[in-house]
């Protein structure tokens, strides 16, 4: 009889099991989209055996940035000010760009108060992974419109949205990102996937997750609704995630059989591919103008369309624009920090 | 008291020969390159080791509305402004009439001949340029001339009241960073109005320049200048900032700098990014310092506004950043090119609900040196924001200076627990949380991101937190914190008294005393010195840090009369003084002139000479 190692069969190759990467318990309403969000992300960093300490959890202000405190507990935290979250990321990842960060936003918190932020922080190119948990309406304060809820949509308090909603992907796109993706909460393994490949990402990653409000907006006939998006959400491609080291099994593929032109391998810079298969979209994320397209057509034919949208060759960093050492500022040793009286001395002979 | 507004004094020149003492006025458009020149005139009076000052009183525009730029040597060394000058360069045309009107009796005009002023008083000397004739004789091309044609004046002040020549040669080499080509196009136009006045011009005024040596180991910079270097000494990382007159030259002389910090590779250790906004700018400085960066911000009145809400957030999730806030003239946008010191209050109660920000105010150019680094020691000690209060007149205006000094003390980096300190905490305090007071001065122990220890995460945020940094919304909690904080704080008052308490020039006896802040002691001083001769003996105190030293108390109780003079409208140290010190404090009088200026002895002077005669 073989016996089953009982320690190990629970933990990641760190030896930590799925309940060192939870947090606090959620404080959301029971069956909100954006726990089943934080549970991809505690889901992913055990599989993918992240290292906490190396990664940090951002967040505005809203349902959705109270989210940061229910994952990764092991990880610093900041729960800033509502539509400011990119400002304090660029800081912290200029402070020491050794770090990672995964940051969680709502669509008030990104598409209105923080709009600019969210521009200009993809403009910079500050490579982390931006999350909007996208439901449409404000859910802190009881139901409001938010600007990418339905127009012509009716809620029972606030009556009818006179106003285009705000596509955030497009947005993403149209300043600069260089990685942007559609998802559904309740795809959670589509979720997981893309979250994975937007960590390994060298550059801002845009996820746009439609993640339903269960109390204020689930009207089957709203398009942020569970109902809705378990009825409708079409995925564009089959996701697969290939290591760097995972060239062979890649070929082995090809091997056998399968007709190359049913999938495209998006090259990542640390080697990582990721494997589309086309479920008939026939959408070439490495195009810019076909990811818009494909998004206008979405909004035309009021399909709800996931999956990657957009990829691009990282751009420039903003810690490689400012030409910045390697090592993170934040671990520079006190010598590093201040230069020698000699150097103030020659300096005060300029100004004598 | 209702104060005073400032009045000119037209008192008379006398003929005898007049050296080393006075001041003059030079009046032209906005954007004419005359900065150039008036530099020019200031390094060379320095370099003759004349005490002297170079107040740009200049307009919120690129090009064309009138600016002034007033040159003060003295002897004796006082460099407050005047609001008089003996001298007045008349070249802007549309404010000449008011120009000379200013001029007291003596006084001398220089003005250009081409406009056919006529000498519309006969009671000050008259020196008319024909600019345009000695441009024609120059080489150099019509349309450039306009740009160097204030060289002229500077060529007949030289002949006038002896400047030597090769001292403006090299002054102007220096402005030009060292090139030949630019100085000596400047330098011709210079020689050849040099060399009309002294051909053609018959001296009638008492005033001439002498060498001294009123300067010696003295430098000449602006106060932006040195909270740039400073903070470079002081180990800045992570600078975000939207330009904002008039802070902007304080992030140009970091980014001048830079290359100090510059490592062997070629890298930079000092990261600057240039926000969308200055809500931006907070929200990157609080971000960094959170990740253990040394973060700095520098703005003005209107940024302050923007960053109100993250002022609160670094408060009260006790992050580490330094704002420095180069003050000018609001409410709103008020005047965004003159100066002001009314932003004391909104700063030191910066963020809503309960919060009390630390302020440090920078006098002089050493000062602005010492807090741009020291603030980023007070910040990380502190673990709070740390506004650094300077204003347009110290941050924009060249001030002779001492070098600066090195810095005195190692960098203090604050209470940061790194994975193996973390362990021993735990060990002896059998947890740790953020936010626990185990030394009972109001300061946590803090975890950077990236610290190696399975306990190492803390959670920041905005809303009620325990002392493990978690959620609540406990009231027993919410008030623990308060307090804490409050405590912290004055731990804050003692350690600020220690490193850069009040300025204080204190004899017992005296019963008058003078308190103020930031940059009007060279108008003080001088009044003092006026006040003396007719028998008012004062004591003098300059608070230098906010909440207020416990010697403020002292200084409060030791005089019959108090005198508290500032340069806003709302006489606001006076009212911090009074939150600190409820009790009765009726001889305490505000003096309190807000009018876009820098202070003059004059008028302080004028102020506190009414008063005591009224008193008596």
């Known amino acids: 009889m073989t016996t089953r190692p009982t320690r190990n069969a629970n933990v990641n190759v760190l030896g930590l099991s799925r309940e060192d990467y939870k947090g606090k318990k959620s404080t959301l309403c029971p069956g909100c989209g954006h726990d089943s969000i934080s549970n991809q992300i505690v889901s992913m960093a055990y599989e993918q055996g992240i290292e906490q300490h190396r990664l940090i959890k951002f967040s505005g202000i809203g349902c959705s940035s109270k989210t940061p405190a229910y994952f990764l507990g092991r990880s610093h935290g900041f729960n800033s000010l509502h539509g400011r979250m990119p400002s304090v990321v660029t800081?912290?990842?200029m402070a020491n760009r050794e770090l990672h960060a995964i940051a969680v936003s709502g669509d008030g918190d990104t598409g209105s108060i923080g709009m600019g932020q969210f521009k200009h922080v993809i403009r910079r190119n500050v490579p982390f992974v931006y999350i909007i948990e996208n439901n449409g309406v404000y859910g802190l304060t009881k139901g409001q419109f938010s600007a990418t809820a339905d127009e012509g949509q009716f809620l029972k308090y606030y009556g009818k949205n006179h106003f285009p909603a705000i596509d955030l992907a497009m947005e993403a796109i149209i300043a600069g990102a260089t990685f942007v993706a559609r998802s559904f909460s309740g795809n959670a393994k589509q979720v997981q996937t893309l979250i994975t490949a937007a960590l390994h990402h060298k550059g801002i990653a845009v996820l746009d997750i439609i993640s339903p409000c269960v109390t204020f907006n689930n009207d089957p006939a709203s398009t942020k609704s569970y109902p809705y998006g378990q009825e409708h959400e079409i995925s564009m491609h089959e996701i697969q995630l290939l290591a760097p080291d995972y060239v062979d099994a890649k070929q082995e593929i090809v091997i056998d059989g399968e007709a190359e032109s049913e999938y495209i391998d998006v090259d990542m810079h640390d080697g990582t591919v990721i494997r589309l298969k086309d479920l008939g979209r026939d959408h070439d994320p490495r195009s810019r103008i076909q990811a818009l397209t494909v998004l206008e057509q979405a909004q035309r034919d009021n399909v709800f369309l996931t999956g990657l949208v957009y990829y691009e060759e990282p751009r420039v960093t903003l810690a490689e624009s400012d030409n910045l050492v390697e090592q993170g500022l934040s671990t520079l040793p006190a010598e590093k920090l201040r230069p020698s009286a000699a150097a103030l001395d020659k300096l005060m002979q300029a100004f004598r | 008291m209702v104060v005073t507004l400032p009045t000119e004094h037209q008192q008379s020149i006398p003929q005898q020969r007049l050296v080393n003492d006075f001041a003059f006025a030079v009046a032209t458009a906005n954007g004419s390159g005359s900065q150039t020149s008036n530099n020019v005139l200031v390094k060379t009076l320095f370099d003759m080791g004349i005490p002297v000052n170079g107040k740009n009183l200049f307009p919120s525009n690129i090009k064309g509305l009138p600016t002034w730029y007033t040159i003060r040597a003295s002897k004796d060394g006082y460099t407050a402004r005047r609001a008089t000058t003996e001298i007045v360069v008349a070249y802007n045309r549309d404010t000449a009439a008011e120009d000379i009107a200013n001029l007291p009796k003596g006084g001398v005009c220089i003005i250009p001949s081409d406009w056919k002023w006529g000498r519309t008083r006969d009671d000050i000397v008259w020196y008319e340029v024909p600019v345009k004739d000695i441009m024609a004789q120059t080489q150099i091309e019509t349309?450039?001339?306009?740009?160097?044609?204030?060289?002229?004046?500077v060529g007949v002040m030289a002949s006038l009241f002896n400047l030597p020549m090769d001292m403006i040669y090299t002054a102007l080499l220096a402005n030009f960073g060292g090139k030949?080509?630019?100085?000596?196009?400047n330098f011709n136009v210079i020689e050849l109005a040099y060399q009309w006045a002294q051909q053609s011009l018959t001296k009638q005024d008492p005033f001439t320049f002498e060498k001294m040596d009123g300067n010696v180991g003295k430098i000449l910079i602006t106060g932006n200048e040195?909270?740039?270097i400073g903070a470079i000494f002081g180990g800045v990382q992570v600078v975000a900032w939207y330009p904002i007159t008039p802070s902007t030259s304080m992030v140009d002389a970091i980014i001048s700098y830079r290359h100090l910090r510059r490592d062997e590779t070629g890298k930079e250790t000092v990261a600057v990014v240039q926000s969308e906004d200055e809500l931006s700018a907070a929200g990157m400085i609080i971000g960094?310092?959170?990740?253990?960066a040394r973060s700095l911000t520098s703005t003005s009145g209107p940024g302050i506004s923007l960053m109100t809400e993250f002022a609160g957030l670094a408060y009260f999730a006790e992050i580490p950043c330094v704002i420095w806030d180069v003050t000018r003239m609001g409410p709103s946008t008020g005047l965004p090119t003159?100066?002001?010191q009314a932003d004391l209050l909104s700063t030191h109660f910066l963020g809503h609900g309960d919060t009390r920000q630390i302020v440090l105010l920078p006098g002089k150019p050493e000062e602005a040196f010492e807090y741009g680094w020291r603030a980023f020691d007070v910040a990380e000690h502190m673990q709070m924001p740390i506004f650094v209060v300077s204003d347009l007149d110290l941050g924009?205006?060249?001030?002779?200076?001492?070098?600066?000094?090195?810095?005195?003390?190692?960098?203090?980096?604050?209470?940061?627990?790194?994975?193996?300190q973390l362990q021993e905490f735990i060990d002896k305090n059998g947890k740790w949380g953020r936010y626990m007071d185990v030394d009972g001065d109001g300061i946590g122990w803090r975890t950077l991101p990236g610290t190696d220890h399975p306990m190492a995460a803390w959670f920041a945020r905005g809303t009620g937190h325990d002392e493990m940094a978690n959620y609540s919304e406990r009231s027993d909690v919410w008030l623990r914190n308060m307090t804490r904080l409050r405590h912290k704080l004055e731990t804050a008052r003692t350690y600020l008294a220690e490193k850069i308490g009040p300025v204080t020039d204190i004899d017992t006896n005296k019963k008058v005393g003078i308190m103020t802040f930031g940059t009007n002691e060279p108008a003080i001083q001088e009044a003092r010195d006026l006040l003396a001769r007719e028998g008012i003996e004062t004591n003098y105190m300059r608070v230098r840090a906010l909440p207020l030293a416990p010697s403020v108390t002292e200084f409060i109780r030791q005089h019959e009369r108090i005198y508290v003079i500032e340069n806003n409208f709302d006489g606001q140290l006076n009212q911090v003084i009074r939150v600190d010190h409820p009790e009765d404090l009726t001889h305490l009088v505000s003096l309190a002139l807000g009018d876009g200026l820098p202070m003059t002895a004059q008028w302080i002077y004028d102020n506190v000479k009414a008063d005591k005669e009224k008193q008596s």
């Open chain 2, 288 to 292: 960094a310092g959170f990740a253990g």
């Open chain 2, 396 to 420: 924009m205006n060249n001030w002779m200076s001492d070098p600066f000094q090195y810095p005195t003390e190692e960098l203090d980096r604050g209470k940061v627990l790194n994975a193996q």
């Open chain 2, 338 to 340: 003159r100066t002001s």
């Open chain 1, 91 to 93: 800081g912290a990842l």
């Open chain 2, 226 to 228: 040195a909270a740039g």
């Open chain 2, 143 to 153: 349309d450039f001339r306009k740009r160097v044609e204030n060289m002229t004046y």
């Open chain 2, 180 to 185: 030949e080509k630019p100085t000596k196009m």
